[in-house]
Nanobody, 125 residues
Framework: QVQLVESGGGLVQAGGSLRLSCTTS???????TAWFRQAPGKEREFVLG????????DYADSVKGRFTISKDNARNTVYLQMNSLKPEDTAVYYC???????????????????WGQGTQVTVSS
């Protein structure tokens, strides 16, 4: 059983910052952990991801230069540092774990069988 728990969501002003955490536990550990987000009425989209073995990362163009993903192996935790937040970033953010070996973290939600419950991020103007 793999469990992922997100935390750190909240309400922030545009231009502000927020840091999300995703802690994993269970019998197995994913090769990659990624953050997805879903806004009301929109499809779930890939935000960024990281591989545990070597730290390789992948960022969606919409967050490049503003968001940073990092990991703490000792704590089995992945962090999402969000800076220069925009109202368009408002969504429920989910962390997910993938067991598939890829050069970079997969971008497709179907490649992630393990998901957290999500944490709400709201950015006001």
């Amino acid at each position: 059983q793999v469990q992922l728990v997100e935390s750190g969501g909240g309400l922030v002003q545009a231009g502000g910052s927020l840091r999300l955490s995703c802690t994993t536990s269970g019998r197995t550990f994913g090769v990659s952990t990624a953050w997805f987000r879903q806004a009301p009425g929109k499809e779930r989209e890939f935000v960024l991801g990281i591989k545990w073995s070597n730290g390789n990362t992948d960022y969606a163009d919409s967050v490049k230069g503003r968001f940073t993903i990092s990991k703490d192996n000792a704590r089995n935790t992945v962090y999402l540092q969000m800076n220069s937040l925009k109202p368009e970033d408002t969504a429920v953010y989910y962390c997910a774990a993938s067991p598939f070996v890829r050069q970079e973290p997969p971008r497709t939600s179907g490649d992630y069988p393990f998901w957290g419950q999500g944490t709400q991020v709201t950015v006001s103007s």
